[in-house]
T-cell receptor, first 113, second 112 residues
Framework: DAGITQSPRHKVTETGTPVTLRCHQT?????MYWYRQDPGHGLRLIHY???????DKGEVSDGYSVSRSKTEDFLLTLESATSSQTSVYFC????????????FGEGSWLTVV | RKEVEQDPGPFNVPEGATVAFNCTYS??????FFWYRQDCRKEPKLLMS???SGNEDGRFTAQLNRASQYISLLIRDSKLSDSATYLC?????????????FGPGTRLSVLP
């Protein structure tokens, strides 16, 4: 158990509304990641963070923003949700400064209608 | 070409069978290799790391061929509980953090 909690776990929202997903970790990991997983595409990196206020874009960052104001929290925001953002979102961490094993939260299922 | 490719599956095998999963990766700078297991509507979980010399964990054996950029996972004496999707994962170190690249996964159903 890597001590990762995601909220909400399930959400239905309307097109055009903002949505924020929260990832909370309890073990002071430096690196945190947001992925989305879709059939036929596997897991794709949206954004990642390498420290407080240090974030960078991943492979599919368009339409998403992130913030990390505290070590333990990494927020993913969909500024104006679209149906193409219906997906399952996984937060992840890597352990230590050079840890090369990635651990995932339980996922947040988002449906945009 | 995708960075990490896997057998498309699904694999349907009887209990007790031996099943092999194959994975190829395109980036020769890949440094670490893993197999993850993902149950339906659950998060991926680490099954095992893959080392150059090959490694075994009970009924599971992983092999890496860096020259061919090929990774394999062998499951012997498969159990009903092995039914899941198996993800091949490679890791490339960057200046900050790592870049994990995931294969699309191969679904395994072990049948009674």
């Amino acid at each position: 158990d890597a001590g990762i909690t995601q909220s909400p776990r399930h959400k239905v929202t309307e097109t055009g509304t903002p949505v924020t997903l929260r990832c909370h970790q309890t073990e002071n990991h430096r690196y945190m990641y947001w992925y989305r997983q879709d059939p036929g595409h596997g897991l794709r990196l949206i954004h990642y963070s390498y420290g407080v206020k240090d974030t960078d874009k991943g492979e599919v960052s368009d339409g998403y923003s992130v913030s990390r104001s505290k070590t333990e929290d990494f927020l993913l925001t969909l500024e104006s949700a679209t149906s193409s953002q219906t997906s399952v979102y996984f937060c992840a961490i890597t352990e230590g400064t050079t840890g090369n094993t990635i651990y995932f939260g339980e996922g947040s299922w988002l449906t945009v209608v | 070409r995708k960075e990490v490719e896997q057998d498309p599956g699904p694999f349907n095998v009887p209990e007790g069978a031996t099943v092999a999963f194959n994975c190829t990766y395109s980036n020769s700078a890949s440094q670490s290799f893993f197999w993850y297991r993902q149950d339906c509507r659950k998060e991926p979980k680490l099954l095992m790391s893959v080392y150059s010399s090959g490694n075994e964990d009970g009924r599971f054996t992983a092999q890496l061929n860096r020259a061919s950029q090929y990774i394999s996972l062998l499951i012997r004496d498969s159990k009903l509980s092995d039914s899941a999707t198996y993800l091949c994962v490679v890791n490339i170190m960057k200046n900050y953090g790592q870049n994990f690249v995931f294969g699309p996964g191969t679904r395994l159903s072990v049948l009674p």
